[in-house]
């Protein structure tokens, strides 16, 4: 009875926590539907002005298309670099791919706007200041951290002899890696993907630096409206970014429910 007291107070504290961390997001969602004109909960109903104003918005859809080209982007180099990487470094002595992957992860460990300052001064001299492919090629220097940590995790779990049956069958390492390598690490890659992608769609920090005045994406277009007003459409993008968040995790989720299926189906 004591363990049984134990653990439903060590859950009931694991709610109390998870709760606490949430609140603050889930409040956008009421507000976004409020009836007034400024940052408020509703007053006498709930409305869907805002909502309208953003899907009709040409300056909001504008910047969230700007965003989705550049997170697009940035995650597709970052996918490409990133897995290479983590499969080089598999195949590495021990001591030699740690190294590399060490470096991998500075873009973590180096505070964002110290990396921005070398980039700024960089990218005067590429002529990238000020550019969707200066920008995209940040966020995939910054994504690139998280797919390397997913794709080497779902590495650690790779049969090497799957890869040397297939080139002892006659296939190249090319075919090894489309064929056998890539299918099996697959969640990894996935997981990477979404990751880069969600750090690259909210990012401000690189684009208040390198983005100049004619590149405004979805992060950067709140900011500027709540340095100048709070329109209650801050509120409905965010609860928007939040529903395309969700919408995100689902495949990472789907896919770690069949891992978890197929490792039962084995016992």
């Keep these: ?8 107070t060590v859950e009931a504290a694991a709610w109390l926590v998870l709760t606490y961390l949430l609140a603050p997001s889930l409040i956008v969602f009421p507000l976004s539907l409020t009836d007034r004109s400024f940052l408020a909960m509703p ?8 909502w309208r104003h953003l899907l009709t918005s040409a300056e909001w ?13 940035s995650t597709a180099l970052a996918l490409l670099f990133g897995t290479l990487c983590a499969i080089g470094c598999s195949r590495l002595a021990s001591r030699a791919g740690e190294v590399v992957r ?3 992860l500075l873009p973590l460990i180096v505070p964002t706007i110290v990396y921005t300052l070398g980039l700024y001064r960089l990218f005067i001299d590429l002529h990238l200041l000020g550019t969707v492919a200066g920008i995209a090629i940040a966020h995939a220097v910054t994504g690139l951290p998280y797919v390397m940590i997913t794709v080497s995790a779902a590495l650690a779990n790779f049969d090497p002899r799957l890869e040397q049956a297939a080139r002892g069958l006659g ?3 090319l075919q090894t890696l489309r064929m056998v390598v ?3 690490i697959l969640p990894g890659i996935i997981s990477g993907a979404v990751f880069a992608f969600a750090h690259s769609w909210d990012e401000i920090i690189i684009v208040l630096f390198i983005a100049g005045r004619r590149i405004t994406t979805l992060p ?7 340095q100048e007003s709070l329109d209650p459409t801050i509120a409905a993008v965010a609860a928007a970014l939040i529903g395309f968040s969700l919408i995100l995790l689902l495949p990472v989720l789907l896919s770690r429910a069949q891992d978890a299926a197929a490792e039962r189906s084995k016992r």
């Excluded at 007053?43 to 805002?50: D, E, F, N, P, T």
């Excluded at 859809?61 to 982007?73: H, R």
């Design 1 to 8: 009875m004591g363990w049984l007291g134990r653990s439903g």
């Design 43 to 50: 007053q006498v109903g709930l409305s869907l002005a805002h």
């Design 61 to 73: 859809l504008g910047a969230a298309s700007q965003s989705l080209v550049i997170a697009l982007t």
């Design 102 to 104: 060490a470096a991998m």
């Design 171 to 173: 296939a190249s390492t």
């Design 182 to 184: 890539v299918p099996d």
């Design 220 to 226: 950067r277009l709140m900011w500027d409206r709540v």
